[in-house]
């Protein structure tokens, strides 16, 4: 199961983002080592607490399924934008409405006192791992 691979990545010390990129990439004949390092800047909402680094990647897993390469391919762009939509939908529905590593974590990791309560309350090994599992899961769910 790519959740399970997915979680194995993250705990193995691979950031959220790489982990759900890494285990569907081959799904996509996409290259580990290129999806690893593609992905590396997601993590962490991006480098600011913003949108989580599992559900950026998992945006990249439905480009790789439903994304378009000609700009007059407009039904496919809405068709990839319509599954992006359903994907975040289902992720808030689950998550009480949150995206952000700042709202799901319930503090700013870029900040002294943010960092520490996420390290003190082990929030990167709890919080972050179920939202790895999570968003892969739902991929999974959802036909990726």
Same mark, same amino acid.
């Given at each position: 199961m790519k959740a399970q691979d997915a979680k194995d990545l993250f705990e193995s010390g691979l &950031? %959220? $983002?790489?982990?759900? +990129?890494?285990?569907? %990439? #081959?799904?996509?004949? +996409? #290259?580990?080592? /290129?999806?690893?390092?593609? $992905? !590396?800047? +997601? $993590?962490?909402?991006?480098?600011?607490a913003g949108v989580c680094g599992a559900v950026s990647a998992a945006v990249l897993v439905i480009g790789c399924k439903y994304g378009? !390469?000609?700009? &007059?391919?407009?039904?496919?762009? !809405?068709?990839?934008?319509?599954?992006?939509? @359903?994907?975040?939908?289902?992720?808030? @529905?689950?998550?009480?409405?949150? /995206? $952000? %590593?700042? #709202?799901?974590? @319930? %503090? #700013?990791?870029? !900040?002294p006192e943010g960092y520490q309560k996420a390290t003190d309350e082990e929030l990167f090994t709890t919080v972050c791992t179920d939202m790895v599992v999570k968003s892969a899961t739902l991929l999974e769910e959802l036909g990726y």
């Open positions: &950031e %959220c $983002s790489q982990a759900i +990129l890494g285990a569907f %990439c #081959d799904s996509y004949g +996409l #290259d580990k080592n /290129i999806a690893l390092k593609m $992905s !590396t800047g +997601l $993590s962490a909402g991006m480098c600011c378009h !390469t000609r700009p &007059e391919d407009v039904a496919v762009k !809405t068709t990839c934008i319509g599954k992006v939509r @359903e994907f975040l939908d289902a992720f808030k @529905e689950r998550n009480g409405g949150r /995206i $952000s %590593c700042r #709202d799901i974590l @319930e %503090c #700013d990791i870029f !900040t």
